[in-house]
């Protein structure tokens, strides 16, 4: 199992910009998948972006399209998810996690995009929205 640590959290004014890592030692290859998601006071977790592992094929939830990119340095160990234009409805716990050798990460039902199961999960990194 990998255990990736998150970090890059913080307080924001709405409009700012965070970016958020996930580093592990196993990540110098592409064959990790890292998924993120967050998970808002009181909420269930929700999906938020993920980056295949091979071609490195990504999915943004369309909740956060256009303003979030999730991306990877191999060099760094570590990936990444830049977050853009941030709203307060974004205040949340954000975790990321990886799978070996998993390609696509998100697979389609017929309705929605889900991220597969990746875990497991950090302690998370705090990001808060003021307005």
């Known amino acids: 199992e990998v255990h990736p640590v998150e970090s890059g959290g913080g307080l924001v004014q709405a409009g700012g910009s965070l970016r958020l890592s996930c580093t592990a030692s196993?990540?110098?290859?592409?064959?990790?998948?890292i998924a993120w998601y967050r998970q808002a006071p009181g909420e269930e977790r929700r999906d938020v972006a993920c980056i295949s592992s091979g071609d490195s094929g990504t999915y943004v939830n369309p909740s956060v399209k256009g303003r979030f990119t999730i991306s990877r340095d191999n060099a760094k160990k570590t990936g990444y998810l830049q977050m853009n234009s941030l709203e307060p409805e974004d205040t949340a716990v954000y975790y990321c996690?990886?799978?070996?050798?998993?390609?696509?990460?998100?697979?389609?039902?017929?309705?929605?995009?889900?991220?597969?199961?990746?875990?497991?999960w950090g302690q998370g990194t705090q990001v808060t929205v003021y307005s």
């Open positions: 196993e990540f110098t290859t592409d064959d990790y998948a």
């Open positions: 996690a990886a799978r070996f050798r998993v390609s696509p990460c998100a697979y389609f039902d017929g309705s929605y995009y889900y991220i597969r199961h990746f875990g497991p």
